[in-house]
C-alpha cells in the first residue's frame, strides 16, 4: 500500500505567497517522478511543474518565475513553494509520484488526495 498525502494550502491574497507539501508512505521501493497539477472549477486538471529523481525540472508557462519546485529523497516528500499568487492560481493541487512498491515490484502512478489554494484578488 502506498499513499500521498499533501498538506498546506488554503487562503491567501493576490501577491502572497503559499507553500504545499506531499509525502510519500507505505511499501516503497523507489520514486521516480514527482510532480504538481491542478483543476480549477470547470476545467481539465493541468500540469503545474514536474521534477525528476536527479532533480530536473518542468514548469507550466503560467507559473514559471512564479513556483518552484522541490523533493527532498531522504524524507519521500514533495514540495511547491507559490510566490506572487494569482487569483488564476486558485484550484485543487494534486500531487503525482511514479512509484515502484517493494510489495508488487511494479512501477505505478499515483495521486494525492488534493489540497486546496484560494487565492483572492
Known amino acids: 500500500q502506498v499513499q500521498l498525502v499533501e498538506s498546506g494550502g488554503g487562503l491567501v491574497q493576490a501577491g502572497e505567497s503559499l507553500s504545499v507539501s506531499c509525502t510519500a508512505s507505505?511499501?516503497?521501493?523507489?520514486?521516480?517522478?514527482m510532480g504538481w497539477y491542478r483543476q480549477a472549477p470547470g476545467k481539465q486538471r493541468e500540469l503545474v511543474a514536474t521534477?525528476?529523481?536527479?532533480?530536473?525540472?518542468n514548469y507550466a508557462d503560467s507559473v514559471k518565475g512564479r513556483f518552484t519546485i522541490s523533493r527532498d529523497n531522504a524524507k519521500d516528500t514533495l514540495y511547491l513553494q507559490m510566490n506572487s499568487l494569482k487569483p488564476e492560481d486558485t484550484a485543487v493541487y494534486y500531487c503525482?509520484?511514479?512509484?515502484?512498491?517493494?510489495?508488487?515490484?511494479?512501477?505505478?502512478?499515483?495521486w494525492g488526495q488534493g489540497t486546496q489554494v484560494t487565492v483572492s484578488s
Open positions: 503525482n509520484a511514479e512509484i515502484r512498491s517493494s510489495w508488487s515490484g511494479v512501477k505505478f502512478d499515483y
Open positions: 521534477i525528476t529523481s536527479g532533480g530536473s525540472t
Open positions: 507505505g511499501n516503497i521501493l523507489s520514486i521516480y517522478a
